[in-house]
């Protein structure tokens, strides 16, 4: 049997996220403790007590989800044997590239930091948003954005088949909607986001990204992680830096990425961090494929009596 690991991005935090996890196992401590020191600040104490509305800002949301991805790896050690490959979704991909030892844990977490701080101002520079469209093929939501006269609209993420996300300028998006609904998607909904991701929109964000990633070590990766921007596995530092940064303004290839990895040979996957997100979606892009999710102490304790 062969493993990939799978990392959540934005909108799996939540209020209390690895709090138990850190009271009851000493690994995931030192990683919170690792993080509050070079953050300079208490993320840990946001993780466990909120605010909401502060944990669920970009910049905080970025680090926070990175924390509990690795504080769940360093739990979960040797006991799952050793990955094939791993894949992380937006900013998950960090996790994956600090799963393979391109990077450490620190520079990672000071990228994500940035990350989340140079969006939300690309997001205030140039206001956007994204919206999901439930119930239409890719191409169909590709002639969406396509029709979309008012501003930009692309997409945004593949999650899986039938579920897309669109993301651009306000009128933009707006104007997808009623196109989408037109076109008799089930559902075509609006977002709560601070900006549009992963469309044109983020290119400041990019650049001031790229700055950044050019003074930091990458490693080439232990395993394949594989890029959200080309849906291929990455086996090069030099290459994960470049597309960490094209990722940016480029969409999330989702489930192409976990098409490639079960075509790979891969037969059990494993998403690593808070809540279950990817796990839901592997019920649509994984088919016949087991899955599972470890996170808090209790996600643990079932993997070990499996």
């Known amino acids: 049997m062969t493993l990939a690991l799978l990392f959540p991005g934005q909108g799996s935090q939540y209020v209390g996220m690895a709090s138990a996890l850190v009271d009851e196992e000493p690994a995931a401590a030192a990683v919170f403790a690792e993080a509050d020191s070079v953050l300079g600040f208490a993320l840990s104490s946001l993780m466990h007590h909120g605010p909401e509305d502060h944990l669920t800002a970009t910049q905080n949301a970025q680090p926070a989800l990175l924390c509990h991805s690795v504080a769940a790896l360093r739990v979960l050690g040797e006991r799952a044997g050793r990955p094939s490959c791993a894949a992380g979704h937006s900013l998950g991909e960090f996790s994956a590239y600090v799963a393979a030892e391109t990077l450490t844990f620190a520079d990672a977490l000071r990228a994500v930091r940035l990350r989340g701080e140079l969006m939300f101002e690309a997001g205030q520079s140039r206001p956007g948003t994204m919206a999901a469209i439930l119930g239409l093929d890719d191409e169909a939501v590709r002639g969406v954005c396509a029709r979309v006269t008012q501003g930009v609209c692309v997409p945004a993420n593949f999650n899986s088949p039938g579920q897309v996300v669109v993301s651009g300028d306000l009128s933009g998006v707006e104007e997808a909607i009623e196109h989408a609904r037109k076109a008799g998607a089930k559902r075509a909904v609006g977002l709560n986001v601070s900006g549009a991701f992963h469309s044109p929109l983020m290119e400041p964000a990019a650049a001031g990204l790229r700055d950044f990633l050019d003074d930091i070590h990458f490693a080439d990766p232990t395993f394949p992680v594989i890029s959200n921007v080309t849906a291929q596995p990455v086996t090069t530092g030099a290459r994960a830096r470049e597309l960490l940064v094209r990722q940016l303004t ?30 839901g979606l592997n019920r649509r892009n994984a088919k016949g494929s087991r899955c599972i999710a470890v996170g808090e102490p209790a996600d643990f304790k079932g993997l070990e009596e499996a």
């Open 250 to 279: 480029s969409p999330v290839r989702w489930a192409e990425s976990v098409a490639a990895i079960q075509a790979s040979g891969v037969d059990r996957f494993m998403e690593v961090g808070p809540g279950k997100v990817l796990s």
